[in-house]
């Protein structure tokens, strides 16, 4: 199948450039060893012989441990380096034991690798004289899943979906250097969301200053700016911290996990990693955004509401309900005013409470005051006129329509739920 051994070969080869050093050297031989005793395991057809093929370079080489995980996906030879074999070395794996083949891989530490290929090569009619080089159909391209575990064509399942109503897509950024994994991340969550993608951390900042995301997925190592100094960048600047973040990395232990965590990440995911599983970390982090804007949108009291925030989110929030608190009264004090005392732009305003809590501003100050309406209706020591005054409000009617709006009842209600006691 030449285009099977076609992916086989180029992804070897690839791997082995991007380890060799300059003036490193890759070499490739080929043969053919006769066996006319060999049967696949599919069917009785004889295999006249078998392909091989060796390919060797000078490279770093690898310890016995990175060796036995070279054909994981993702695998990262050295957390030092940039290097990590995507999704290539796993393909190879999968695509000659689809062909019934088998690879071994030899590498010394310092010296360089070597990989050992045995391909059958089956002749479909060996007693057909008049066609003597007739070999096998191509093999079909839909049992590549199986073989690379779901990877390449990975389809999510129903339960792990992301969707907003009326089919609009979140936005995602992905922000990975290896191309591989970031064509497939890419790939995989461009179905349900609109996805973009940048080469390290700097690249990000320039993407994220045109349009916030909905959530990042960052490696951690990168050239320029690594995920967790992009981390720690995001998380500091008011106008962004709300973004959650997912780490992926191939540093091990937990010191590399507690360093992400204490700089704000989300979550955190070591490579190679299980797709389904940032699938649902992804859903998971999503629906409780979600729940917070839906708590926000109808809440009965700021602790209740922002019980669950980070810390960031939290005082942020606190603030802007501490600053309309001190001039509930002044029924002029409007967007502009917040911005100003806040000392943030109305656009940025806007922008990170309608991604954080799903209100905009003007909905945001609203519900503030005339949550603190309702506290004041519940004391039963005022009427509805004197507590519309008390939060800013010179329309009666005007209130008590907003006030039903959000509450679903009249500002009466609580009145008559007292005097009904």
Known sequence: DADKLEK???NILSNSCKVSENNGKITVDIDIKENDHLKTVNNNLTSRSDLKIHISDTGPGMTEEKLSKLFDPFFSEDNRSNFSSGIGLALVNGLIKLLEGKIEVKSEHGKGTDFYISIPLIDSAPEDKLYPNKFVDKISDKNLTAIIN??????PDEDTIIREENEVKYEMLIVEDNQDL????????????????????????????????????????????DGNELCNTLKENIETSHIPIILLTAKSGTDSKLESLSLG???????????????LKVKNILKYVEDTKKRFAKFDSMDESTSKMQNKELQFITSLNEIILQNINDSEFHIN????????SR??????????IGLSTSEFIRNVRLNEARKLLKTQKHTVSEVAF?????????FSTLFKKVFDEAPSFYLKEESTN
């Not at 008390?390 to 005007?398: I, R, T």
Request: glycine share 4%.
């Open 390 to 398: 008390k939060v800013g409000y010179d329309n009666l009617g005007y």
């Open 337 to 344: 005013e917040l911005c100003k005392a806040a000392y943030i």
């Open 150 to 155: 779901n990877l390449e064509d990975y389809e």
């Open 182 to 225: 970031s064509r497939f991340l890419h790939k995989h969550y461009s179905k349900t969301f609109k996805t973009s993608v940048a080469g390290n951390g700097m690249d990000a900042l320039t993407k994220i200053e045109k349009s916030h995301p909905d959530i990042i997925i960052s490696d951690v190592m990168m050239p320029v700016m």
């Open 347 to 356: 656009a940025h305003l806007h922008r990170k409470l309608k991604k954080s």
């Open 8 to 10: 086989i070969i180029s």
């Open 265 to 279: 990440a989300d979550s955190y995911m070591n490579k190679p990693f299980n797709v389904k599983e940032l699938d």
